[in-house]
């Protein structure tokens, strides 16, 4: 029992270990949850993960895709994959100075919590206290917050 309860316990940490960490400089901010991460000569592009903001051409597109430049264009961030998009993109966590990224984006009403793929109850909590305050996108009229999965589905 003893050498069975070892071999799970090992394979729980190698798992853990292999997660991909790029550590690099934001290149390129695409929009309100997707950067470029240069690391080693090598650009990795990363959709924020468990969030989504709003597209370049909807209402607020425009301020949440500066929001995100202003926490990250030019800085050193730490992603933490989660997971690979249907675009080839790396989907992750992303911190710079040890601030969750993605969390600010939701504080700040920058962005909605996705709830496709959101697991981070926390984020709900975020979304809520951002639009009870009416922050970014929240002071919008009503009929211009239109989450981004329905904007894209419309078009």
């Given at each position: 029992?003893?050498?069975?309860?070892?071999?799970?316990?090992?394979?729980?940490?190698?798992?853990?270990?292999?997660?991909?960490?790029?550590?690099?400089?934001?290149?390129?901010?695409?929009?309100?949850?997707?950067?470029?991460?240069?690391?080693?000569?090598?650009?990795?592009?990363?959709?924020?993960?468990?969030?989504?903001?709003?597209?370049?051409?909807?209402?607020?597109?425009?301020?949440?895709?500066?929001?995100?430049?202003?926490?990250?264009?030019?800085?050193?961030?730490?992603?933490?994959?989660?997971?690979?998009?249907?675009?080839?993109?790396?989907?992750?966590?992303?911190?710079?100075?040890?601030?969750?990224?993605?969390?600010?984006?939701?504080?700040?009403?920058?962005?909605?919590?996705?709830?496709?793929?959101?697991?981070?109850?926390?984020?709900?909590?975020?979304?809520?206290?951002?639009?009870?305050?009416?922050?970014?996108?929240?002071?919008?009229?009503?009929?211009?917050?239109?989450?981004?999965w329905e904007w894209r589905k419309r078009k």
């Amino acid at each position: 029992m003893k050498r069975f309860s070892l071999f799970f316990f090992s394979l729980l940490l190698t798992s853990q270990c292999h997660a991909a960490v790029i550590i690099g400089e934001v290149v390129s901010i695409a929009d309100g949850d997707t950067i470029t991460v240069l690391q080693d000569r090598k650009q990795y592009k990363v959709r924020l993960a468990e969030i989504d903001a709003p597209e370049k051409k909807q209402p607020y597109g425009q301020k949440s895709k500066q929001a995100l430049s202003d926490w990250v264009f030019g800085k050193y961030v730490n992603v933490e994959q989660v997971d690979t998009d249907r675009y080839g993109r790396i989907v992750g966590k992303v911190y710079v100075g040890g601030i969750y990224v993605n969390a600010e984006m939701v504080r700040n009403g920058h962005a909605w919590v996705y709830p496709k793929y959101a697991k981070d109850e926390n984020l709900y909590q975020l979304e809520k206290l951002a639009r009870e305050q009416r922050l970014g996108l929240w002071a919008l009229q009503e009929d211009q917050r239109v989450p981004p999965w329905e904007w894209r589905k419309r078009k």
